[in-house]
């Protein structure tokens, strides 16, 4: 068969599979078996069909003598083990050189029949179009079994893959969608704790997104993370129509896109340029609250260096390599702050565009890479105190980079990565602090996804002074150690504190420093730190440990990962809050609580009166 026959057949065949699907009597699955294995089919029936009625019409002789012929059932039984080769013999009666030789004629026939038939299943089972198909039954099997909430996760690049480790790290479920199957080779999701089902399929499509889930009940809210603003757009408005009640969030490097999804109510869009902006902005406002929004919103199963001090930056002026996307973002946080800013931009008509908005600070901008000794030095590099090298080129960022260090050594770079391949160079550079899209964007969405009180308490944070930035720092060096903290929200409710839900109702105080109390000892504390406390809409930094717990309070605590399972304990088992609360334990069980309060009750009957 010739490679364009192939392709024709394939192409039908997938036409084929789609019309049974439009129609919907079968799966795909079962529709493309029935499609491909109908001639095969046909031609066994046949085949049998005739190998039977020539048994039935031939006579034979029977053990008397006598004239014989055999029923549709014997010569049914008789193709069937001689087709098969498994030979029982000549049954119930010796055979007549007739009926031997029909035989012989059937043997031939069932062969070529069968080997037919065997060479189609054999291209079936590895035709993509069929193999494609099986993996989809079997993914929409996966989806509509899953029991549990869980998230759509749309890309499984760098991004999308950070966001469902942490996800799956935290025992949530994600189900992803991802277009380009060799992402599977980078990103190994089946060595996550939690199973992750995965469809290779557009996510920009809404046939998929509905096969993915979406329009579950128990479907939480959907993350667009592919590398395209468009297929982030379309996921956005798909998920918004499919699933209204459920959270969107998108990422958007393009403005222009930032805006349209945020018109039809995009409950989180992350643009990396603007969120670094903002953390950068920290660095120059607060190095220990830059240092801080590290420590929480970092993996919390990398490792702090035993040397880790806030970066230190001196008052001066900078360059900013590159005007793009990234460079104008941290132009305006520099314009904030007024900080004194060169920029370097290589395309002359971006350093027109910017005289003519920026009048009378023209001067500002040079035209020039920053990858010379020359541009360089027409910015005065030896007298600046910080290089941004903010191109979309990493070959031209770490040039700058190598460049820069070589002309002022005390100068403090920070460097945009674009591509994940490229970690260990910048990582030899020695950047002062390195910007990865992806790493960013996927630092925002893990935060609002799995702790929606953290974003409120870096922001409420950022706005403390120094004083207070180096006090919490303090705080939470003396709890976390080696490993950068593990944060968490906890609720008051029924379903997340139902043992704090059930003192409150017996009339109880239940107050925060119970829950900093540690259930095994309740002499020792457990080594974690509340962060926030939101009650009504109000949140209070770092709150007081007598504050007294009501229903719907929300806390925000960060500390070691075995403080978080022990006061676990403490919300969900009452004979835990009872012990850090210094109450008598109660049996959990009814009967055994009657029976306890019956004993007690004829102890205290027993006793003898004092005089």
Known sequence: MSAAHEKKSQAEDSAQTEAFSAEEPFNPHTAMIMWRMRTPLIILICVYAIAILGLVLIPGVDDQGQPWHMTFFHAFYLVSYTATTIGFGEIPYALTDAQRMWVLVTIYMTVVAWFYAIGSILSLVQD???????????????????????????????????????????????????????????????????????????????????????????????????????????????????????????????????????????????????????????????????????????????????????????AGRWILCGYGRFGTSLYESLREHDVQTTILEADDEICEQFRQANTGRG????????????????????????????????????????????????????????????????????????????????RYIRAQLLNQLLIPFLIKASQQDEEWTNITVSRLSAVIGERKPHVWTTIVDAENAPAVMQAIKLGRSVKLDNLLTDPVSCSHRLECVALLFQRNGKKQLMPEDDIELKPGDQILFCGKHEAKDGMHWILQVMSSLNYVMTYENEPESYIWRKFSRRYKDTERRSRPRQP
Not at 275 to 294: D, E, G, R, Y
Not at 366 to 384: C, H
Request: aromatic residues 6%; charged residues 25%; negative net charge.
């Open 128 to 314: 993509p179009v069929f193999q494609q198909a099986r993996k989809q039954a079997r993914f929409e099997k996966e989806v509509t079994s899953m029991r549990e909430h869980f998230y759509l996760v749309c890309g499984l690049g760098e991004t999308g893959y950070e966001i469902v480790r942490a996800l799956s790290n935290e025992h949530y479920r994600a189900i992803v969608i991802e277009k380009d199957s060799n992402t599977l080779l980078e990103h190994n999701i089946h060595a996550l704790p939690e199973y992750v089902p995965l469809l290779i399929a557009d996510a920009s499509i809404p046939k998929n997104l509905k096969l993915a889930g979406i329009a579950e009940h128990n479907c939480k809210g959907v993350i667009a993370a592919t590398a395209s603003d468009e297929t982030n757009l379309k996921i956005a408005i798909s998920s918004k129509l499919l699933h209204p009640d459920g959270m969107v969030v998108c990422r958007s490097d393009i403005k222009s896109y930032e805006e349209n999804m945020r018109s039809f109510d995009t409950d989180y869009v992350v643009n990396p340029y603007n969120t670094f902006a903002k953390i950068f902005s920290m660095l120059l406002h607060s190095p220990s609250m830059h240092m801080i929004f590290n420590w929480l919103t970092g993996a919390p199963d990398s490792q702090l260096s035993d040397a880790e001090e806030p970066l230190k930056l001196n």
């Open 363 to 442: 001067d500002n901008i040079i035209t020039g890479s920053g990858v010379d000794e020359k541009t360089l030095n027409k910015a005065e590099i030896k007298q600046a105190v910080g290089i941004i090298a903010g191109t979309d080129n990493d070959s031209n960022n770490l040039s700058i980079i190598m460049t820069a260090r070589q002309m002022n050594p005390n100068i403090f770079v920070v460097a945009r990565q674009n591509q994940r391949d490229n970690t260990e160079l910048f990582e030899r550079s020695n950047a002062d602090l390195v910007m990865q899209p992806r790493e960013i964007t996927a």
